[in-house]
């Protein structure tokens, strides 16, 4: 699979052993309270991984991605355990947070969440962007891995009725991925994810970068 071409790739191995070790000791040591849904803003909870967004290995293949070094949109950790055995429907990754509703973008689908101020995200910006996920444990169908449409990013922006249809009509695939390979995807690229039948840690890491200059004053939270 290709990035450009499906909107997901995986590259095999990426992530060193020492790296993951490094941020299940501090997860398991830290007592951070994972959420059902996942560990919001990780990289400011967890040094292990800020120094993972900020590694040199990550940093440079995102400038590869994007032709400029980006900025960070949103870092999630992610784990699916017998008390956390959630699931996500089909959907695009195209909302963010900001610190501020800045008028002078110009850009619609603006709501106030627990005093946060997100936006829907335009095709501008949406295609400066690309998640890496960072896989700690195994994942594959059983303990519920992430799922894709391939080349469902090429059709930009979809709404509800439209994602029904498609998901229909084209095959998902189920990415089957080790500890320690980095999955690269378009955040338009429809992904899902089930409930886990065999509930064990499925650990990753969400890393979202942007390449998108915000206005001076402004900026992703």
Known sequence: ???????????????PASVISEIKTELKESGAKVKRYGLSQADK????????????????????????????LRVIYLDKTKDGNWFLPWHQDIKAAVNRKD???????????????YVQLPRKVLHKMVTFRVNLDDANEDNACLQ??????LFGILHEEKINKLVTKVDAINCCV????????????????????????????HIEYCSYELPEGTHWI
């Open 1 to 15: 699979m290709n990035l450009h071409q499906d909107g997901i790739e995986i590259k095999e191995g990426f992530i």
């Open 45 to 72: 909870k967890l040094q292990s991984i800020q120094k993972l967004v900020d590694s040199q290995a990550l940093q440079e293949l995102a400038i590869e991605i994007l032709g400029a070094k980006p900025s960070t």
């Open 178 to 205: 080790k500890a320690g390979d980095l999955v690269l995807m378009s955040p338009l690229t429809l992904h899902a994810s089930s409930k886990s039948n065999k509930p064990s840690h499925r650990g990753v890491v």
């Open 148 to 153: 894709v449409i391939p080349g469902s990013h």
């Open 103 to 117: 008028e002078t973008l110009q850009w619609e689908g603006w709501s106030l969440e627990q005093d946060i101020n």
